[in-house]
């Protein structure tokens, strides 16, 4: 499969552990942040999205944290399974602008 | 519904020749952006495409372009290629802003 990446950071779980995936962003101005999960081979798939007039946002086993003073966000999968294992990148974009910003991504690998 | 797709999958060129990609979006997906992934920059912007025009353009130097046409499909090309070009090239495709869908992408190596 393609590899998306040397030297990310990489968190290790057993199934049916809670993870929960970390990112960092720069720009104060930033106001709509997504989550995308990229498996060997294939493109990134959109995960969840959340905008910045809000705190938290629960989807199917996925739960995004917005944490704008700190310019933090995280991703928390609950019951974490084998084909969770990928790669997850965060983006930001800001102001109306288009083009995201990706972050480099965090490995997950979910033992059985 | 038939995701993103982009062909070839896999392309070997030599330092100084020229590559074009291609993208077919989703049905009904009228934007078409184009991405850079390597393991040294991670993901990064190229340029989008809407309606046929160059709607949003990265920081890339003008050996990158590309096009888009009536029926939405995408052509990226990139010109006097360089060992630094090698990378996985992604196409993504949307109804609206927000809400992109990733094909494949096209593994790009340069020697």
């Known amino acids: 499969g393609e590899s998306v990446g040397l030297h990310l950071p990489t968190l290790s779980v057993q199934e049916g552990d809670n993870s929960i995936i970390n990112c960092a962003y720069s720009?104060?101005?930033?106001?709509?942040f997504i989550w995308y999960k990229q498996e060997s081979g294939k493109g990134p798939q959109f995960i969840i999205d959340?905008?910045?007039?809000?705190d938290k946002r629960q989807g199917q086993r996925v739960t995004v944290l917005l944490n704008k003073t700190v310019k933090h966000l995280s991703l928390q999968i609950a019951a974490t399974q084998p084909g969770d294992s990928a790669v997850y990148f965060c983006?930001?974009?800001?102001?109306?602008?288009?083009?995201?910003?990706f972050g480099r991504g965090t490995s997950l690998i979910v033992h059985p | 519904k038939a995701g993103v797709t982009q062909t070839p999958r896999y392309l070997i060129k030599t330092r100084g020749q020229q590559v074009t990609l291609s993208c077919s979006p989703i049905?009904?997906?009228?934007?078409v952006s184009w991405y850079q992934q390597t393991p040294g920059q991670g993901l990064q912007f190229l340029f989008e495409?809407?309606?046929?025009?160059?709607?949003n353009k990265g920081n890339f130097p003008g050996r990158f372009s590309g096009r888009q046409f009536s029926n939405s499909r995408s052509e990226m090309n990139v010109s006097t290629l360089e060992l630094g070009d090698s990378a996985l090239y992604l196409c993504?495709?949307?109804?609206?802003?927000?809400?992109?869908?990733f094909g494949p992408g096209t593994r790009l190596t340069v020697t």
């Open positions: 993504a495709s949307s109804v609206r802003d927000n809400e992109q869908y």
């Open positions: 720009n104060s101005a930033s106001d709509y």
């Open positions: 959340i905008r910045s007039n809000m």
């Open positions: 983006a930001e974009r800001s102001g109306g602008s288009y083009i995201p910003t």
């Open positions: 049905s009904g997906h009228r934007s």
């Open positions: 495409y809407f309606s046929e025009t160059q709607r």
